[in-house]
């Protein structure tokens, strides 16, 4: 740790501490040949007190303060030299703390920031390029043919990742508005806190005040806890409004938050899900059915069109409606969750019929209007009476606007997150169900972790009618290869859970696991790095079935 140095003693004071010092070793005296030993760190500039240097009338110490000069040898220069570039002071951070390093540090950080990154393409040409150059010397082929056959390869998959992180893998360039419905818990809290740390700007809505405002205080504690500040004007802002989705009204005042708050909105998620229970139609109340069509069915379909609408009174960029697709979506049957299913199935419908109006209005936009031309002059004088019942009778029979918002200001899409462990996945669950949940599920923190950097591509990109999906079959079938080292992550054989609660996960015990799980679903371009290995692993069994002396 660092320690103040003791102001400066006179000169018969030096001496007599001089002398009262302890003898020190030659490897002490190797080490430090000077009386008094430097301070940690070094020279350092201005290293004497201006009111000493005054007192003495000169910022050259003397012989009476500083005791005899001793001798230096060139070993010994070399030796300071090199205790001083090596010593520094015993502070958490040593490497940082030294001088020397923080000007490298600087150098490189300063000089060549337009390089880093470099390292990942270089890297990529030279792995191939040295492993086939090397089986091919060693195998009697001659190397220089599969080291520059091995550069190509890499130079062709480096270009490719060039690309996907310029056209594909974008990020935006200024913070997003995000509104996220269904925000206070499960899947869209965590949607929530992956904007806030990318951050962006999040409303999120829950139907009761209480709920709201315990989930915005809880993301503030856990974004705090993680680094990122959350006060007023510094760092990602978090607000909540108390909203059902199935009232317009209650849309309305989210809109009209999200504006105030913070002046327009990028996206617009709408995860308001409701499951009901796990248990045939006919065993279910009729409100129970009812409210699971009012939340997943109308709640999409009101807030798709009070996210139109905000789209339409701002300026800038197209808004960008991402709709959350389920079980049933693809048209599978979901036994003893008819309502659910059912309703899920109605989002993918919703959000192509959506995007067809959207491109009828576009449509109808463009198209260059025309105005018939008068035929007679006969026409213009024609009575009063009768033009005025022509142009009554016209606009009576004339269609209404085609959409109340201008065209080409909204694009549309459909999230598809997989299974997640939630209340809503495992109500019903059997012990069976659950052995399976090891396999295929995740946290909703892994999920979002994996949804949100592509969902910021989607509105960097503008682009329309994507499909974001966690759990795909290909996705899904190496899940299943694994799956002996994915049994018992989340439940015992008997069923019960062995999981920490999202508290403990985030900021306790588990927190690093749960930061590995989310570094590796943030990550981009799985399948371009196994296309990679393989084709490398490939070049490298042709040279070993091409090597001469392999084949006799």
Not at 66 to 77: A, I, K, L, W
Not at 86 to 106: G, M, T
Not at 205 to 213: F, G, H, K, L, Y
């Amino acid at each position: 740790m660092l320690t103040a140095r003791a102001p400066a003693l006179p000169a018969s004071s030096s001496r007599r501490c001089a002398t009262a010092a302890p003898s020190r070793s030659p490897v002490q005296r190797s080490l430090c040949p000077s009386t008094h030993a430097a301070p940690r760190g070094g020279p350092r500039h201005n290293d004497t007190p201006d009111a000493d240097r005054d007192a003495r009338g000169s910022s050259t110490p003397s012989s009476a303060n500083r005791g005899p000069t001793p001798s230096y040898s060139s070993s010994d220069n070399t030796m300071s030299l090199k205790n001083r570039l090596l010593r520094s002071p015993r502070s958490a951070d040593l490497l940082s703390a030294h001088p020397k390093v923080r000007e490298l540090s600087r150098i490189i950080k300063g000089r060549h920031a337009g390089l880093r990154g470099l390292e990942t393409y270089l890297g990529t040409v030279f792995i191939p390029a040295y492993v086939w150059g090397a089986a091919g010397s060693l195998l009697g082929v001659p190397y220089l043919l599969p080291a520059l056959s091995g550069a190509a390869v890499g130079g062709l998959f480096a270009a490719i990742r060039g690309f996907a992180q310029r056209r594909l893998w974008l990020a935006p360039k200024r913070p997003l508005s995000v509104v996220i419905t269904g925000g206070s818990r499960g899947l869209g809290k965590a949607l929530a806190r992956e904007f806030a740390v990318a951050g962006d700007r999040v409303l999120i809505t829950a139907r009761t005040q209480e709920s709201v405002d315990a989930a915005v205080a809880q993301l503030r504690e856990e974004l705090a806890a993680m680094g990122h500040k959350t006060e007023a004007g510094v760092g990602p802002q978090i607000i909540g409004v108390a909203c059902d989705v199935a009232d317009p009204a209650g849309l309305a005042a989210v809109s009209s938050a999200a504006l105030a708050s913070f002046g327009r909105v990028d996206a617009w998620v709408n995860n308001a899900g409701y499951s009901g229970s796990f248990k045939p139609l006919m065993e279910q109340s009729d409100d129970a059915v009812a409210a699971v069509v009012r939340t997943n069915l109308l709640g999409s379909l009101l807030g798709s069109k009070a996210a139109l609408r905000v789209f339409a009174e701002q300026p800038g960029p197209a808004g960008h409606v991402f709709n959350m697709e389920g079980a049933g979506s693809d048209g599978m049957a979901t036994p003893n969750y008819t309502a659910y299913g059912a309703t899920k199935a109605a989002i993918t419908h919703l959000t192509a019929s959506l995007r067809a109006e959207l491109q009828q209005v576009a449509a109808s936009a463009n198209k260059p209007k025309t105005s018939k031309p008068s035929s007679t002059s006969t026409s213009a004088s024609s009575s009063s009476a009768s033009s005025a019942s022509a142009s009554s009778a016209s606009a009576s029979t004339d269609p209404a606007p085609a959409a109340p918002y201008p065209p080409n200001r909204a694009r549309l899409h459909v999230v598809s997150p997989g299974m997640i462990l939630t209340d809503l996945l495992l109500e019903g669950a059997t012990p069976a169900n659950k052995q399976a949940f090891n396999i295929l599920c995740e946290h909703p923190e892994v999920t979002a972790a994996f949804l949100v950097p592509r969902l910021r591509s989607v509105v960097a990109a503008d682009a329309d009618a994507t499909s974001t999906a966690f759990l795909t079959p290909a996705s899904a079938l190496g899940r299943l290869a694994s799956a002996p080292r994915r049994l018992g992550r989340f439940f015992d054989a008997c069923g019960e859970a062995v999981f920490p609660p999202e508290r403990e996960r985030l900021l306790g015990k588990g927190a690093k696991a749960t930061r590995r799980a989310q570094a590796t679903a943030r990550a981009r371009g799985g399948g371009l790095a196994l296309a990679y290995q393989a084709s490398v692993l490939a070049g490298l069994l042709a040279i070993i079935v091409e090597a001469p002396g392999l084949r006799g």
